[in-house]
């Protein structure tokens, strides 16, 4: 069905990247409005606001109803992430989902393919006649009984520290400032690996993919991807895709300091599994136990830190976007 007989139900996340995401709904929205699309848009300020949006506006619809809509999200991967949850929970049909970069990282849209332009990317979305369905990555926590999806991976250990030394930017916040000023990215994100080893301790892993067990005394980085693209358009997993219907495993076992520094260059020049320290896995289910805290993240969002027994599978989900 063309996008001019479909409603769109947007939600915005105006905060995003510096208030990026309200500057393009101010030019998106005229657009909307000159080709005469209907849609409804809600604004979020809080964590849990657009799942919340989700529930109310679409449970007062009947299955008919809902089925007329498209859910646009404006704004970056921790919106279009919870959007997602909301719609796998809140609804009981498939709503397509589509999206216009707008966040600092936009790692699915680096993913799949979509324009970085996001009124590039919204002529993609325009343009489409049948949802496309791509792969998502579906997780079952059962130590503390939780659920939920991601779209573009699930971190464990370094890469979460490195997240949220990303986000927080309080070690050695002057080098960072003149480093960033110079352009030097390069030598920020260096630094991020030497601090998250510095601080990431090892602990014991168990893995299982089918009916074969591994098992990891010193792990000290573990990230379940659906594509590539990690943190800033890094690319942790060169293998992942997510059109395959599977899951990329990575871990980094025996990481002394040297060799940390040289896992960090490897990645930065995608040759990271040319290491034989790192272990690389690819399976539509994965099994991982962790029987000490640590510190997780889902799509660069901080899960805090926790003991592990967890249950990953890759799934699909309908997105409507046409692309090249």
Do not use: C
Not at 76 to 96: F, H, R
Not at 146 to 152: A, K, P, V
Not at 169 to 180: A, N, S
């Amino acid at each position: 069905m063309d996008s001019r007989l479909r409603s769109f139900f947007i939600i915005i996340n105006p905060q995003a990247n510096d208030a990026k995401a309200t500057k393009v709904w101010e030019k998106v929205r005229p657009i909307l409005d000159s080709r005469q699309i209907d849609y409804a848009f809600r604004l979020t300020n809080h964590p849990g606001h657009a799942t919340q949006h989700v529930r109310l506006f679409f449970n007062k619809l009947t299955t008919t109803e809902a089925k007329k809509y498209i859910t646009l999200v404006i704004g970056g991967d921790g919106t279009l992430n919870e959007v997602l949850n909301a719609l796998k929970k809140e609804v009981s049909s498939e709503i397509p989902l589509a999206f216009l970069p707008a966040g600092k990282n936009n790692n699915f849209a680096k993913g799949i393919g979509l324009a970085e332009d996001p009124l590039i990317a919204l002529e993609q979305i325009l343009a489409t006649t049948d949802p496309v369905y791509y792969d998502i990555g579906e997780y079952q926590e059962t130590t503390h009984s939780e659920q939920g999806y991601f779209l573009n991976d699930f971190g464990i250990g370094l890469d979460a520290y490195m997240l949220s030394l990303n986000k927080s930017q309080t070690k050695y916040p002057r080098l960072r400032k003149i480093l960033t000023k110079l352009h030097l990215h390069f030598l920020v994100y260096l630094l991020n690996v030497v601090t998250a080893f510095l601080n990431q301790e090892a602990f014991a892993l168990t893995l299982r993919i089918g009916e074969k067990y591994h098992f990891f005394k010193h792990a000290r980085l573990v990230n379940i991807a659906n594509h590539p693209y990690f943190e800033k358009g890094v690319v942790l997993s060169p293998k992942a895709d997510v059109s395959d219907h599977k899951l990329d495993l990575i871990i980094a076992d025996n990481l002394g300091f040297f060799r940390s520094v040289l896992l960090g260059l490897a990645i930065y020049f995608k040759k990271q599994l040319k290491l034989p320290y790192l272990y690389h896995y690819k399976d539509q289910q994965i099994h991982l136990i962790i029987n000490s805290l640590e510190f997780g993240q889902i799509d660069g969002e901080d899960m805090g830190s926790k003991y592990y027994d967890i249950f990953l599978s890759s799934t699909q989900y309908p997105f409507w976007i046409k692309l090249n």
